[in-house]
């Protein structure tokens, strides 16, 4: 038995522990880009076997809500480097999430331009954006306009540009956010995809722009320092159910299997309504995938163990409980109480608050 507390070796770097800080949006990026805060934020969790940031937007058109950082300019690239070095200085490893919202965006975010997606198709889904009082809400997602065939080569450069920018910021990896119904999701969905080009249809045409964007990743970041994050069977963003659900997604982790990559990342979605992952179809998707498997969805140490226990995952990732524990992994080493965690703090929000003034446990009796 592997204790999920133990060292791993995961692609091109070594873990302190097989448990992983869940990407983790928090809407505080005012500029749009990381600060001093966020840097003292991460390097607090550094003790954690691997951080994933929050969603970083790869480009400008990859932005879905309002205060979320990007990756795209010279100056935003800067500011990550206080990130990685902050983290690095404690010992922490950390990868970016790159993240591309597809249509679940809205016309607020990119000077009235639409959002972009496999079809024209609106989502009956809301995003944080600006009203026209300039006043930060939740509305309705703007209808997208389909992508033509002729701009996937530039999409796929945009994510290729982000991964050596991210790798230009110190990060040691990156994971391509293929979850939670954004854009490389709406392509795999076959209710969504209907799309009669190469791109779309059969199974192997809607994994073909996911599979070129992680081939342009992989190249750019070293195979070994590429992870995925995929959610199957998850509705978040308005993602039906498809005929060949199933046998989609393992075909899917059976063509990443060749790749080498560091890891494919499993998101259970039951926290956002969706059927709980099944044991047996996370055991199905890491014989396909063939690699490192990490797991996230509603666990802790001894659901953690389990998880690696039963051969769903090597490396168990932790979202919402590392928010108001900095020093999670101590807590869990030590037998230590965890603190609860408060959904109103988990975005937006002004300076400490929530945010880098939780407590470690030493420092709370
Ligand atoms: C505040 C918050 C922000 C999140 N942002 C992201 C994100 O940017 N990217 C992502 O892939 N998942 C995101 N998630 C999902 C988490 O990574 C994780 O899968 C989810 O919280 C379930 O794990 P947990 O029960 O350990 O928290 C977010 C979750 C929360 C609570």
Redesign the pocket.
Known sequence: MQSILSPYQLGAVTLTSRIAM?????ARAKDLKPDTLTATYYAQRASAGLIIT??IAISRQARGAIYIPGIYTPDQIDAWKQVTAAVHAKGGIIFA?L?HVGRAGHVAHNDGQPPVGPTNERANAKTFAFDANGNGTLLPQSTPRQLRADEMDGLVEDYAQAARAAMAAGFDGVEI?G??GYLIEQFINGALNTRSDSYGGSIENRMRLPLAIIDAVAAAAGPDRTGI?VAPFGRFNDMHAFADEAQTWLAFAQALSTRKLAYLHL??QE?LGADKLSVDFAVEMRRAFGGTVLI????GLESGQAAIDTGRCDVV?????F?SNPDLIERYRNGWPIAPFD?RT??GGEGAAFYTDYPTYPESI
């Open positions: 869940a990407p983790m949006t928090r929050e969603g999430q993240w956010h979850a939670n994050r998101s259970d926290s996230a969805g509603g666990f990732a932790i979202g919402r409980p928010i959904p988990f975005y």
